[in-house]
């Protein structure tokens, strides 16, 4: 099994950016497909971005299209998520999470994710 630490996080103004990491324990990193979740004060988590396990495939809601970029190192056992441009709507917790997947898949549901980190806050002054 795999457990997940999100970091990162922290005050960026409108515009700014900031790196998002989530580094995994566990011996069997590559054989995961990654997200990025991300969940407001008083709403759902909903997706933000999610890379297969070989990192070659990748997906992204439309509000962040061309601001975020999702990547991972299996050497490192971690996924980062890029974000530039940075905008107040961005503000949240940002939780990464992984699925084991018999295929190169990019998963986006967050139903289908087996585990998750704790998250890592994000807060983007106007």
């Known amino acids: 099994q795999v457990q997940l630490v999100e970091s990162g996080g922290g005050l960026a103004q409108a515009g700014g950016s900031l790196r998002l990491s989530c580094a995994a324990t566990?011996?069997?990193?590559?054989?995961?497909?990654m997200g990025w979740f991300r969940q407001a004060p008083g709403r759902e988590r909903e997706f933000v971005a999610a890379i297969s396990r070989n990192g070659i495939a990748k997906r992204y809601t439309d509000s962040v299209k061309g601001r975020f970029i999702i990547s991972r190192d299996n050497v490192r056992n971690t996924v980062y998520l890029q974000m530039t441009s940075l905008k107040p709507e961005d503000t949240a917790n940002y939780y990464c999470?992984?699925?084991?997947?018999?295929?190169?898949?990019?998963?986006?549901?967050?139903?289908?994710?087996?585990?998750w980190g704790q998250g890592t806050q994000v807060t983007v002054s106007s």
């Open positions: 566990g011996r069997t990193f590559g054989s995961y497909a």
């Open positions: 999470a992984a699925k084991v997947v018999p295929y190169t898949d990019v998963v986006s549901e967050l139903y289908k994710y087996d585990y």
